[in-house]
């Protein structure tokens, strides 16, 4: 049988409480899954990992995505938050390719695409869409 892992789908700006609230729900969901030994890989496939989280960033969320965006020193910077638990889970960091744009966040093949002056997508995002 196998499992879908869910979906968590992002989308509050990273100065509203619900963004911090997407992050401490992921990193206790993954930290549950990964100490949980009882939850098995696919029967199907014994190589198969277990499925994980899938996270998409939509709307002001995109925001995070930004290696520009700078954050005073006394408050969570939800960006490297997002990216020390992409590294430790090996979780990808989707962000819709169209809100990000309009919010000013661009990769390098959607800057040379769009003319744009350059690129601010913080190392571990990707675009998509």
Same mark, same amino acid.
């Given at each position: 049988?196998? !499992?879908?892992? *869910? /979906? +968590? ?13 997407? $992050? @401490?729900?992921?990193?206790a969901y993954l930290k549950d899954i990964s100490a949980d030994d009882t939850q ?7 190589? !198969?990992?277990? *499925? /994980? +989280? ?13 290696? $520009? @965006? ?24 989707p962000v819709c390719v169209s809100t990000a744009l309009s919010r000013g966040v ?24």
């Amino acid at each position: 049988m196998t !499992t879908t892992a *869910p /979906l +968590l789908l992002i989308t509050a700006d990273p100065s509203d409480p619900l963004a911090h609230l997407a $992050l @401490r729900y992921a990193q206790a969901y993954l930290k549950d899954i990964s100490a949980d030994d009882t939850q098995t890989n696919n029967n199907d496939n014994p190589n !198969t990992k277990r *499925p /994980l +989280l899938n996270v998409f960033f939509y709307g002001d969320s995109a925001h995070l995505a930004n290696r $520009l @965006r700078w954050q005073s020193a006394d408050q969570m910077n939800l960006t490297k938050e997002w990216q020390m638990l992409a590294e430790q889970y090996q979780l990808p960091l989707p962000v819709c390719v169209s809100t990000a744009l309009s919010r000013g966040v661009s990769d390098t093949d959607n800057s040379t695409r769009h003319q744009l002056d350059g690129d601010n997508l913080a190392t571990g995002f990707t675009l998509v869409g």
